[in-house]
């Protein structure tokens, strides 16, 4: 067979999940449980549907930052092996812009299902609904965008401004 019939085969198995587990298959990951498909199955809007019943602080958010977050992330959000998340020196149309939570992200709630859906880089889903309420908390507190003594729930979340809310277009919007 030549390699381009096999290489189509192959991509072909790929693009097919009904044949996971053909010996043609190339055996990428391994298939999700049921449990781990409903635990992930969530969507939260800049509206605030889909987010859980919680809430969370400041303080609890710097201890879970700390053990959970600051070593890739860098004190304070000041970036390290990846992005900084506060702490901005120059806004985006600065050369270099400053790509932080509080100069860029335009919802409060994008962060919390980001937060959920992939952090920490290493065991993602790992934290718990109490944890990501207060990063979220804390990640807030260090762009300047809420209070330390604040604390923000599944209510609350979707009404902080954050500085960049208009700072994107809306093709949608726009183009109905």
């Known amino acids: 067979m030549s390699i381009i019939k096999y290489g189509l085969i192959v991509f ?24 781990t498909i409903q635990q992930r199955n969530f969507t939260v809007f800049q509206n605030g549907q889909g987010l859980p019943v919680g809430q969370g ?29 506060a702490g901005a020196l120059h806004r985006l149309t600065d050369n270099p812009p400053d790509k932080t939570i509080g100069t860029y992200w335009p919802y409060a709630t994008t962060l919390f299902d980001f937060i959920r859906r992939a952090m920490p880089m290493d065991s993602p889903g790992s ?11 804390y990640l807030l507190f260090l762009n300047k965008i809420i209070d330390h003594n604040q604390t923000i729930d599944n209510k609350s979340l979707a009404n902080i401004k954050m500085p960049n809310r208009n700072g994107f277009i809306n093709h949608y919007k726009n183009n109905n």
């Open 127 to 137: 934290l718990s609904t109490q944890e990501i309420y207060d990063v979220t908390a």
């Open 57 to 85: 602080g400041v303080t609890a958010g710097k201890k879970i930052y700390t053990s959970r977050c600051l070593s890739c992330h860098g004190f304070e959000g000041s970036g390290n092996s990846a992005e900084e998340l």
């Open 12 to 35: 072909l198995s790929w693009m097919n999940p009904s044949h996971a587990g053909d010996a043609l298959s190339p055996m990428l990951g391994n298939p999700l449980s049921e449990t």
